[in-house]
T-cell receptor, first 114, second 113 residues
Framework: KTQVEQSPQSLVVRQGENCVLQ??????????LRWFKQDTGKGLVSLTV?????DKTSNGRYSATLDKDAKHSTLHITATLLDDTATYICVVGDRGSALGRLHFGAGTQLIVIP | EAAVTQSPRNKVTVTGGNVTLSCRQT?????MYWYRQDTGHGLRLIHY???????QIGDVPDGYKATRTTQEDFFLLLELASPSQTSLYFC????????????FGPGTRLTVL
């Protein structure tokens, strides 16, 4: 049973536009949520981690929110660049240590066109 | 310098073939993991280990063996490869007290014909 659902599955935007990616989950407990960027055929690179109820983080043009009550997170990308073309993966950790498990979403494929 | 490396990066074999995927981490982490990534699915955990000589079963272990020879090295073995094992394989490492963050290698693309 999929415990982390991401939407949309894919998204095409024009360079310079903003976009929002969604992550809904049912993982319990939900210790933390991390967003990764994965370039095609490459490894996962961490963008940001959210830990607390109503957390908000910012990392350059990437910003994210977490609503633990709703079990929902968003990733905002502002002023997209061609290099933002990638798959963005939402991951929920059920503990704050290596004893926990990570639950992965299937990803949102973002394509940025000129 | 990449802290988690995998080899080979690409591998093609035939059904019934014997394949070993290698992973090395220089993070001095105790935990290492093997995942597979398939279209439409999130990464799925195959096996993991919390130290040399230790092996734990993940969520999709069938058809896979693994061995952790040292703190740095973790191997994934497919002794009778099948087309269903065609996938992108990732290795990761984490520290026991690292807040649950895992560091991923670049991946190995395996094709079983």
């Amino acid at each position: 049973k999929t415990q982390v659902e991401q939407s949309p599955q894919s998204l095409v935007v024009r360079q310079g536009e903003n976009c929002v990616l969604q992550c809904n989950y049912s993982v319990t407990p939900d210790n933390h949520l991390r967003w990764f960027k994965q370039d095609t055929g490459k490894g996962l690179v961490s963008l940001t981690v959210l830990v607390h109820e109503n957390d908000k983080t910012s990392n350059g043009r990437y910003s994210a929110t977490l609503d633990k009550d709703a079990k929902h997170s968003t990733l905002h990308i502002t002023a997209t660049l061609l290099d933002d073309t990638a798959t963005y993966i939402c991951v929920v950790g059920d503990r704050g240590s290596a004893l926990g498990r990570l639950h992965f979403g299937a990803g949102t494929q973002l394509i940025v066109i000129p | 310098e990449a802290a988690v490396t995998q080899s080979p990066r690409n591998k093609v074999t035939v059904t019934g073939g014997n394949v070993t995927l290698s992973c090395r981490q220089t993070n001095s982490h105790n935990y290492m993991y093997w995942y597979r990534q398939d279209t439409g699915h999130g990464l799925r955990l195959i096996h993991y280990s919390y130290g040399a000589g230790n092996l734990q079963i993940g969520d999709v272990p069938d058809g896979y063996k693994a061995t952790r020879t040292t703190q740095e090295d973790f191997f994934l073995l497919l002794e009778l490869a099948s087309p269903s094992q065609t996938s992108l394989y990732f290795c990761a490492s984490s520290d026991a007290l690292g807040g649950g963050e895992q560091y991923f290698g670049p991946g190995t693309r395996l094709t079983v014909l």
